[in-house]
C-alpha cells in the first residue's frame, strides 16, 4: 500500500472536478434543492431543526453520487488513458481508493455550505448539537457507500451514460430497501433491513452511534472498492 | 539482455494474436516492430508494459519478470500507447508532474525531471497550456516526454509518429534515434521508411508470427537472390532496344532486360541476374568496347517495401 500514490490520484482527481464545470453545476443544483426544502419547511413547521437536510440529502444523493462519479473511471477506459495509469507502478486498488477518496471529498465539500443552515438557526431558536454533529456523520457514512458503488459503476463500462444509469439503480435499491421490507416475509426482512443504507443513518442521525452501523459502512465501501479493483485487474485476461 | 521474451502467446478468445514469439533486445538497441495493422504489435507490447499478461510463455525486461516482478517492470519502462492517449484537461506541466509522481521519481527530482523533459522535447512555449489545445505535433511530444520522465532504461512507443505531419515526423525520429542512445527502444510501425530511418534492427510480424529478425541490410541481401542493375546509356546511330539488348546480353549472368526509359537517343535499362555476381565491371567494358556514353549505372537495393509484401503476403 503506498499512499503516495493514492495521495497522487487524489489532488489529481479533485483538481479535474473544478477544471471542468461538471462539479459547479453538480452543486450548485444540490444547494439549491436542497435550500427551496429547506427554507420552505423550516417555516410551515416552524421548528428550530435541520431534519430537512437530512432527510433531503440522501435522495438527492441518489442523482448526485453517479452524476459525479460516471466519469471518473470510464473516461479513462475511452481515452485510453487507463492504459497509461495501468502501466505505471501503480497497484488498482490505490486507483480506485484515490478516486473515491477525491469523490468523497467533493461530496464533503458540497455539504460544507449547509453549515449556514445550522447557524442561521442557532441564532433565531435553540438547536441541539448531538444529532446535528450525528447527522452530518451520518450523511458522510451514506455518501461513502453510494459514492463507493458509484466508482464499481464507473469502472464496468466505458460509457458514462451506462456508468451513472447503472450506478443510479444499485444506489437506488439500496436506498428502497427499507421501504418495501413491509411487503416481505419477516425472516427475508431482517436480513434485508441490515443491508439498507437508510437503516443505518437513521440510527445515527438520531445521535446513537453503533458499532454495527459503523461495520455496516465501512463493509459496504470496502467490498464496492472491492469489486471496483476487481474489474480493473480482469482486464489483464480480456 | 534487455529484454527477453520467450515463446510468447497470447488468445482473444479462440484467435491467436500472438502465436509463440520470442525474440530479444539488446541494450543500446533501437528495434523497429514491423508488421500489417492487426499482426500482434500492439499487443506484445501491452504484455512487455504489463498492461495484459500473456496466456503462454514469458517476457523479462532487465532480467525481471513481468508476471512475478510487474512493479519492478513496471518502473523501468516507459510507455507511450497507441493513439497518444492523454489528459486533456491538464496543463502541460501538471501532467508531466503528475506522471513523475506516479512514476515514483523523488519529490526533489520532479522539477528537474520536468524541465529536463520541457527541453528535450521542445515543448518551452506550450508548457503552461491545456493539452486540448495542442496540436497533434504538440501532443506527441508531451506523451514522449510523459513516457520519459523517470529516465527509463526501455522504451516502448507504439506508433509514435502516425497522425504527424512531414516535419513533426523528422523531429520525432531525430529525438528517437538520439534517445537510443542511451537506452533500449522498441517501436511499432506500419510505415516502412519509419523503420529505415531510425531502427538498427528489424522484427517483422504477420498474424502472430515473426517472419523475419536483424539489420535491414541483412534482410535485404537475404531475401534477393539476384540483383537489380539500372544502366543509362546514350546510344549513337539510332539503335533500337531490342539491337542494344542483344549486345548486353553478350555478359553471362544476365537474366532479363527490360527498358525504363527512352528519349533521343538515351536508354534506361534495368538489368536483372540470376545470382549475386556484380556485372558492374562488365557492363562497363561494354560500353567503352562500343563507344557508348554511359550516363549511369547502378545497383538497386531491394527496397523494405518489397521485403514487406514478400513476407507478408497472405
Sequence with gaps: MKFANIKYIFQKELRSFFNSPVAYIVIVVFLVILGWFFTSNLFIANISSMRTVFEMTPFLLLFFAPAVTMRLISEEKKSGTLELLITKPVREYEIITGKFLAAWALYFLTLMPTLVYYISISVIGKLDLGPVIGGYLGLMFVGAVFLAVSVFGSSITENQVVAFIVSFLIVFGLFMLDKVLFYLPSTLASTLEYISVDYHFSNIARGVIDSRDMIYYASSVGFSLFLGTVVLQKRRWS | MSILVSNLSKLYGDAKAVNNISFEVHSGEILGFLGPNGAGKTTTMRIITCYLSPNAGSVKVEG?????????????????????????????????????????????????????????????????????????????????????????????????????????????RSLIRNLGKQKTVVLSTHILPEVQATCNRVIIISRGKIVADGPIEDLQRNLHGGEKIILEVEVPGGQSFE???????????????????????????????????????????????????????HREKTSLEEIFRQLTAH
Aim: with cysteine.
Design chain 2, 243 to 297: 539491337m542494344v539488348s542483344v549486345q548486353v546480353r553478350s555478359i553471362p549472368a544476365i537474366e532479363t532486360i527490360s527498358l525504363v526509359e527512352e528519349r533521343d537517343g538515351v536508354k534506361k535499362l534495368s538489368v536483372e541476374t540470376s545470382n549475386a555476381t556484380d556485372i558492374r565491371k562488365d557492363l562497363f567494358q561494354l560500353c567503352v568496347q562500343k563507344g557508348w556514353g554511359l550516363l549511369e549505372l
Design chain 2, 64 to 172: 525481471r519478470d513481468i508476471q512475478t516482478e510487474s512493479f519492478e517492470v513496471r518502473k523501468l519502462v516507459g510507455y507511450l500507447p497507441e493513439q497518444n492517449p492523454l489528459y486533456l484537461d491538464m496543463n502541460v506541466l501538471e501532467y508531466l508532474e503528475y506522471a513523475a509522481q506516479l512514476q515514483g521519481v523523488t519529490k526533489l527530482m520532479i522539477p528537474r525531471r520536468m524541465k529536463e523533459m520541457v527541453d528535450v522535447c521542445g515543448l518551452g512555449e506550450m508548457k503552461h497550456k491545456d493539452i486540448g489545445q495542442l496540436s497533434k505535433g504538440y501532443r506527441q511530444r508531451v506523451g514522449l516526454a510523459a513516457a520519459m520522465i523517470h529516465d527509463p532504461r526501455v522504451l516502448i512507443l507504439d506508433e509514435p509518429t502516425s497522425g504527424l505531419d512531414p516535419n513533426q515526423i523528422v523531429e520525432i
